[in-house]
Every structure is written in C-alpha cells, then in structure tokens.
C-alpha cells in the first residue's frame, strides 16, 4: 500500500489507511457488524471509495459478504486484501490470513488463528468476533466443549478492553449463559443493553438469557419493547421475532408464534444472513408441526433452502435441510444430507456424526418406526452440543423426542 499512514481505528488498533475519511467509515462498519446493525456494507463502500488500497477494509468486506453467502465475492475481496497487504502490520497481516482461511473453507485452521491472534491483539474485534456467538468457529467446531472453550477465550480478551465495553459485555453474557451461567449472563447483558440500546447482538443475547432461565414473558416484555427502535433490514430482526415465537409456544399461544412467522420472518428473509433464515423458517415450521400445526409457508423455506444451499452446508445447517426434506416426505433430499454427512464425518468433523443419528432418525419416523427414531434421536440429543449454534436452537432435538410426531408440510 503506497503512501499510507499509520492511525489508529476506534479501539485503538493501527490501521494502514491513505485517508482519514476512509477510516471514519470502516470504524463505522465494524461497529455496525459488531452490534448487528444495518449497512456495513455500505459503510465499507465508502471506506475503499476514499481509499481503494485499504487492505483490512477490503478484508471486513470479505467478512460480511461470506455472511451472507457471497462466497465468490468474499474471495475476491480477500484477493484484493492481499494484494494491498504487502506493506503492512503484523496485526493487519494476521488479520487478513485469518479471514483468507474462512473464505478458503478452513474453519479449524481459521479457529487456531483467530486463539493465537487473540494472544498478540486481543483488542481486534473484528477479527475476534468470528470465533464468537452461536454461529462463530467455536461453536461450529464441533467439539463437545466448545461453551466452555469460548468463555475462557472472553474471559482472556476482556481485561484488555474498557469495562464498559458494549461488544466485550454482551460477548461475555453469550459467553457465560450458554456455558450454564444464565444469572451472570443476564446481569452482564442488562449492563450492555444500559450503556447502549440499539445493539442488536444484545437484544439477542439478552431473549437468550430470559430463555436459559425459563422467563418466556420478560421475554416477550422486553423484546417487544425494543424491537420498535430496530430497522426491519437489521440482520437480527427476523431472527429476534423467532425467539418471540418461541416464547409464544411456550405460553401456548401458537397463534401469536404463527404471525410472527408470516408476518415477520418470513418477509425478513431478504434482509437476513442465509444460514440464520433457512434455520429460523424450519426449525419454527418443525416445532409448531410438532404441536399439531402443519399449516404454513413450508414452500417458501424450501425455496429459500433450495436457493442458499444448493449444495448442503454445515451439519447444522444439514440438520434443518433434513427437517424441510422429512416434512416433505423427500427422501431423495433426506438421502443427500445423509450422503455429504457421512463425508463430512469420515473427514473427520465431530458434529457430523451427531447431525447424522437426526437425520436417520427423522428418516424413521417417516417410515413409522418410532422405536428406531427414538434411539436416533436419543444418541443425538446425548451429543447434541458438537452440532453448534445456541442451546435454544438445539431444543428442537429435545421436543421432537418428546413427541415422536413428523410435521408434515402442506401440500403445494
């Protein structure tokens, strides 16, 4: 990067940047995509409009654009982070090879960077953040102990930042309520949550917190309170409407669940991160199936799969392709998760072969052996934790053992 200055971003961190505009608008994109708030990418636009060379800008966008599923984009805005990168920071450098690994598809080599990276610059967020939250390395990793691995990795960053860090207390409260402390996590999220508001990682932090201590109706107080303040395009809306559902099924008040499906997330899912939209319309659609109401936009969360993920995902996103396929009586879908979860096991990823005894057990109960579903289903829910994403997600293995009942979609 010729003629570049060094600065400094919000948190203290050197960047290599030609123009100071272009710094004001990257510092604003990582605070838009480390509090889930609308137009990083936009943001980041303007940042490589002021400075087309601004290596770790071209790095964030690679970043965001993986997130929503624009994997060629992604590479070819980490191609030009390296292009630009010759000249730079250890930490910058470092940055950017972390974000190369997730574009190349290297999420266990992507999760050994990011612990050493944490070692050396444990005040780069952005790059720390990817190990984080329900969906970061961490939980995907597929280890048995990934709650517990992530909390000591919070625990180790957040003496390095201010104590009244919004990002580092909500980080801290996903941290300690999913590893089983849900009143630490609860009182750390209120303080986040008072020093700022609009955050919508918080918001979502704080629906898990009322969820791990049973309270469905402060949930529902607190989020429909908070939810007036948050744009509809935030990437968090459609997803803060499912917990409300959630906590509408568990009142029993099923009707309510189903509005908030047609009426808000489903229409989200343009705005919405594709891995959080496809688990969000199937696993609503599995658990109000399970109750006994199969009446819903099952074909639109086909499509919207059949659009994203051609080609499968991870085994838990192939977990809630399964539940679409076994709603849909498709065995031939059910047979290719099936097919690309015997690869990813035999390569070696510990969820796989816990996403696998669901699958054979949705597939038993398509065929009316609920004694083999519920041994699949069973063997499942013992390991459940390797399949990642949040303990509340997970409860979906839960309450389908509980019923042994296959939601059936509606027919087209």
């Not at 997803?239 to 509005?259: G, K, M, N, P, V």
């Not at 499942?380 to 059936?408: E, I, K, M, N, Y």
Request: hydrophobic share 50%; proline share 4%; with cysteine.
């Amino acid at each position: 990067m010729t003629g570049a200055a060094l600065v400094h971003d919000h948190l203290g961190n050197l960047l290599s940047c030609r123009s100071a505009e272009a710094v004001l608008a990257y510092d604003r994109a990582v605070d838009c995509q480390l509090h889930a708030w609308p137009d990083p990418l936009v943001e980041l636009q303007a940042a490589l409009g002021h400075d087309p060379e601004f290596a770790l800008a071209h790095a964030a966008m690679a970043l965001v654009l993986m997130a929503r599923g624009r994997g060629a984009d992604a590479r070819d805005a980490i191609a030009a982070a390296h292009h630009n990168a010759a000249a730079l920071t250890a930490r910058e450098q470092s940055h950017i090879a972390l974000v190369a690994l997730l574009a190349e598809g290297k999420p266990a080599l992507a999760l050994t960077a990011v612990v050493e990276h944490a070692r050396h610059w444990p005040t780069d967020a952005l790059a720390l953040s990817t190990a984080l939250g329900a969906f970061g390395l961490f939980a995907f990793s597929g280890r048995a102990d990934h709650n517990e691995a992530r909390l000591d990795f919070v625990r180790h960053i957040a003496p390095h930042h201010a104590g009244d860090n919004p990002w580092v207390l909500t980080q801290l409260s996903w941290a300690h309520t999913e590893a089983g402390w849900p009143d630490i996590g609860f009182d750390l999220i209120q303080r986040s949550l008072a020093l700022r508001s609009a955050n919508g990682n918080a918001a979502h932090v704080m629906m898990h917190a009322h969820f791990e201590r049973g309270h469905a109706a402060e949930a529902l107080q607190f989020i429909d309170g908070w939810l007036p303040g948050c744009p509809d395009d935030a990437m968090l809306f459609g997803h803060l409407h499912w917990h409300a559902a959630l906590c509408e099924i568990d009142l029993d008040r099923h009707d309510a669940a189903e509005r908030r499906l047609v009426g808000s997330i489903e229409p989200h899912l343009r705005h919405a991160l594709p891995l959080v939209g496809m688990t969000d319309m199937a696993s609503l659609l599995w658990r109000l199936g399970l109750q006994g109401r199969d009446r819903g936009p099952w074909a639109a969360a086909a499509a919207y799969a059949a659009l994203k993920f051609p080609n499968g995902g991870n085994a838990f996103a192939e977990m809630h392709l399964a539940m679409l396929a076994a709603a849909h009586r498709d065995a031939t879908a059910l047979a290719a998760c099936t097919a690309r979860l015997e690869r990813a096991a035999d390569a070696g990823h510990g969820a796989a072969p816990v996403a696998l005894r669901w699958v054979a057990g949705l597939g038993a109960l398509s065929a009316g052996d609920s004694a083999a579903a519920r041994a699949h289903l069973q063997a499942c829910l013992d390991h459940a934790v390797r399949l990642g994403g949040s303990h509340a997600q997970r409860t979906v293995v839960d309450h389908t053992l509980a019923t042994l009942r296959l939601p059936v979609a509606e027919p087209v």
